[in-house]
């Protein structure tokens, strides 16, 4: 790999090119620059410095960076990608073509042009040596870009690998395999998607680290894996099934059905204040500890809160401190199992009127 940090200017060009701050582009130049003509001379005087000298390479790539920073420079960028593109196609062995073609992915990056912008970051991967630019490996950068830009799920899944499997030292593997897991997901990639998820579950930091946009990562990578590798037995077809059989078992104080009932994967029986996956809140219990010597009730309706994909059930008289009980019922997301999709199940528990 080579480093561009690191090379050393030829000093003839360097006295030459350290006059200069900024300047224009000769036989490239856009039409509508308002650039002054002592710059536009200046780069013309480049541009023959590049068609007439025996330059080697690293005197050659000092001229070509030096004319290309110019027009970045100046926000024009359509002036760096006439200018990068036609070096490249012309010189299609130059060591650098990784370098000009990133350029060239910057300058479209610079214009909304994202999808333009992500073919050139792909070709670098696919055609070119990766190359170092102040210690920063160009291949790396481009795949960061990728990820970002990509609206292909596929696509995505190959940034993602690249990245674990090229730079771990450079990136934080845990966030990485939980978005590659979402990928697979959103490509229906089912194996994959639970393979990786348990792999982002196996991290030390799985439990505590904070990924922008993704608030619930360990909740969802845990309820996925658990859910998968569970019975399923106790979910209801349609809320309303489940509705009908949970206020029967209520009404006739039966604890079994209610114990049958509950869902058999995260659980979870808490305040409106606690989070879903406490230690506390995951305890198991039995409904009978609850319904002997009380006189349990429910609302007729469901709560107002309810929507096409939750639903709570308002009950009361369950002990003494805290009598109210809300029942949440949830819709099962698990596009694995088409017998499984969409069918509802009991979740968990708030304890105490919402807040």
């Given at each position: 790999?080579?480093n561009?940090?690191?090379?050393k200017?030829?000093?003839?060009?360097?006295?030459?090119l350290?006059?200069?701050?900024?300047?224009f582009?000769s036989c490239k130049?856009?039409?509508?620059?308002?650039i002054?003509?002592?710059?536009?001379?200046?780069?013309a005087?480049l541009?023959?410095?590049?068609?007439?000298?025996d330059?080697?390479?690293?005197?050659r790539?000092?001229?070509?960076?030096?004319?290309?920073n110019n027009?970045?420079a100046v926000?024009?960028?359509?002036g760096v990608?006439?200018?990068?593109?036609?070096?490249?196609?012309?010189n299609?062995?130059d060591?650098?073509?990784?370098?000009w073609?990133?350029?060239?992915?910057?300058a479209y990056?610079?214009i909304?042009?994202?999808?333009v912008?992500?073919?050139?970051?792909?070709?670098?991967?696919?055609?070119?040596?990766?190359l170092?630019?102040k210690g920063?490996?160009?291949h790396f950068?481009c795949l960061q870009?990728?990820?970002?830009?990509?609206?292909?799920?596929?696509?995505?899944?190959?940034?993602?690998?690249e990245?674990?499997?090229r730079?771990p030292?450079d990136?934080n593997t845990?966030?990485?395999?939980?978005?590659l897991?979402?990928?697979?997901?959103?490509?229906?990639?089912w194996?994959?998607a639970?393979?990786?998820?348990a792999l982002f579950?196996e991290?030390?930091?799985?439990?505590?680290?904070q990924?922008?946009g993704?608030?619930d990562?360990?909740?969802n990578?845990?309820?996925f894996?658990?859910?998968?590798n569970?019975?399923?037995?106790w979910?209801?077809?349609?809320l309303?099934e489940l509705?009908?059989?949970v206020?029967?078992?209520?009404?006739?104080y039966?604890?079994?059905?209610?114990?049958k009932?509950k869902?058999k994967v995260?659980?979870?029986?808490?305040?409106w204040?606690?989070?879903?996956?406490?230690a506390?809140?995951?305890?198991?219990?039995?409904m009978?500890s609850?319904?002997a010597?009380?006189?349990i009730r429910f609302?007729d309706k469901l709560?107002e809160?309810?929507?096409p994909?939750?639903?709570?059930?308002?009950?009361?008289?369950?002990?003494?401190?805290?009598?109210?009980?809300?029942l949440?019922?949830?819709?099962?997301?698990?596009?694995i199992?088409?017998d499984?999709?969409g069918?509802?199940?009991w979740?968990?528990i708030y304890m105490g009127n919402?807040?």
């Amino acid at each position: 790999m080579l480093n561009l940090g690191s090379m050393k200017n030829n000093v003839i060009l360097f006295l030459l090119l350290g006059a200069i701050s900024f300047s224009f582009l000769s036989c490239k130049t856009s039409k509508n620059s308002n650039i002054d003509s002592s710059i536009f001379q200046i780069q013309a005087d480049l541009q023959e410095i590049l068609n007439t000298r025996d330059l080697n390479s690293q005197q050659r790539y000092t001229t070509i960076n030096q004319m290309a920073n110019n027009l970045l420079a100046v926000k024009d960028y359509q002036g760096v990608i006439l200018f990068l593109t036609d070096w490249v196609e012309s010189n299609p062995d130059d060591m650098y073509n990784s370098y000009w073609l990133l350029m060239i992915a910057y300058a479209y990056l610079s214009i909304d042009s994202e999808p333009v912008a992500e073919y050139y970051f792909d070709r670098i991967l696919q055609q070119c040596s990766d190359l170092l630019v102040k210690g920063k490996s160009i291949h790396f950068m481009c795949l960061q870009n990728l990820i970002q830009i990509s609206k292909t799920p596929a696509h995505k899944i190959n940034y993602f690998n690249e990245l674990i499997n090229r730079f771990p030292q450079d990136v934080n593997t845990t966030e990485l395999y939980l978005r590659l897991a979402i990928e697979y997901q959103n490509d229906s990639q089912w194996d994959a998607a639970l393979k990786t998820y348990a792999l982002f579950l196996e991290q030390p930091d799985a439990t505590t680290i904070q990924i922008p946009g993704e608030p619930d990562a360990y909740k969802n990578a845990r309820h996925f894996v658990d859910f998968n590798n569970s019975s399923k037995d106790w979910t209801f077809e349609s809320l309303s099934e489940l509705e009908k059989a949970v206020k029967k078992a209520i009404r006739n104080y039966d604890w079994r059905s209610l114990d049958k009932y509950k869902a058999k994967v995260n659980f979870f029986s808490m305040s409106w204040r606690q989070d879903e996956m406490d230690a506390n809140s995951q305890e198991e219990f039995s409904m009978r500890s609850y319904m002997a010597g009380n006189r349990i009730r429910f609302s007729d309706k469901l709560d107002e809160d309810s929507n096409p994909n939750e639903a709570y059930l308002r009950t009361w008289g369950w002990s003494t401190y805290v009598p109210v009980w809300y029942l949440y019922f949830r819709k099962i997301n698990y596009p694995i199992d088409p017998d499984i999709h969409g069918n509802w199940e009991w979740a968990g528990i708030y304890m105490g009127n919402k807040l």
